[in-house]
Antibody, heavy 119, light 106 residues
Framework: QVQLVESGGGLVKPGGSLRLSCAAS????????MSWIRQAPGKGLEWVSY????????WYADSVKGRFTISRDNANNSLYLQMNSLRAEDTAAYYC????????????WGQGTPVTVSS | DIQMTQSPSTLSASVGDRVTITCRAS??????LAWYQQKPGKDPKLLIY???TLESGVPSRFSGSGSGTEFTLTISSLQPDDFATYYC????????FGQGTKVEVK
């Protein structure tokens, strides 16, 4: 069965960095585009970044452009999000999600990894 | 940027009720609209995409309709497992979610 497991979240000071990972299993990872979505505590969902199946197309939300970098390692079935220059407003649970093949929606999500940016 | 607005923000209902949630887009998104269900502490679950296509495994009491800028999610007969927060999402231009509609026990 499809599984997405995020890791790497934690407490970081403003201006600091974190690297999130998402380990994928149960499907042919290099056939699927992937995304990161976040959810601030008690708030709604916000799309963060997208990467195509071979990594040739990458998009970012304006709120993270220039600070976050998405990447993937198809040999190791892994997705990453490098987060630099973190701000308090980046505090959220970060989910990795698979993009459905027939429509650009998110059909499988991980359980999320929490990121807290605070001094 | 395309903005998505859901109404109501909170909906109080009883088991067996017919429930309707509305989602409006700030500009036409054709049928590029999805609905998700999220329970506290859990990841979102895809219910519907292309405005009205039911995701595999989703009960048939869920249905979606609309196109352009106005969309609805209907639960024909609310079940105990359906108390949750529902989000619409456009995928016509990148991805934007509505603010969510919490369906609570009346």
């Amino acid at each position: 069965q499809v599984q997405l497991v995020e890791s790497g979240g934690g407490l970081v000071k403003p201006g600091g960095s974190l690297r999130l990972s998402c380990a994928a299993s149960g499907f042919t990872f290099n056939d699927y585009d992937m995304s990161w979505i976040r959810q601030a505590p008690g708030k709604g969902l916000e799309w963060v970044s997208y990467i195509s199946n071979r990594g040739g197309t990458i998009w970012y939300a304006d709120s993270v452009k220039g600070r976050f970098t998405i990447s993937r390692d198809n040999a190791n079935n892994s997705l990453y999000l490098q987060m630099n220059s973190l701000r308090a407003e980046d505090t959220a649970a970060y989910y990795c999600a698979r993009v459905k093949a027939v429509a650009a929606v998110f059909d499988f999500w991980g359980q999320g990894t929490p990121v807290t940016v605070s001094s | 940027d395309i903005q998505m607005t859901q109404s109501p923000s909170t909906l109080s209902a009883s088991v067996g009720d017919r429930v309707t949630i509305t989602c409006r887009a700030s500009q036409s998104i054709s049928s590029s609209l999805a609905w998700y269900q999220q329970k506290p502490g859990k990841d979102p679950k895809l219910l519907i995409y292309r405005a009205s296509t039911l995701e595999s495994g989703v009960p048939s009491r869920f249905s979606g309709s609309g196109s352009g800028t106005e969309f609805t999610l209907t639960i024909s007969s609310l079940q105990p497992d359906d108390f949750a927060t529902y989000y619409c999402q456009q995928y016509n231009s990148y991805w934007t979610f509505g603010q969510g509609t919490k369906v609570e026990v009346k």
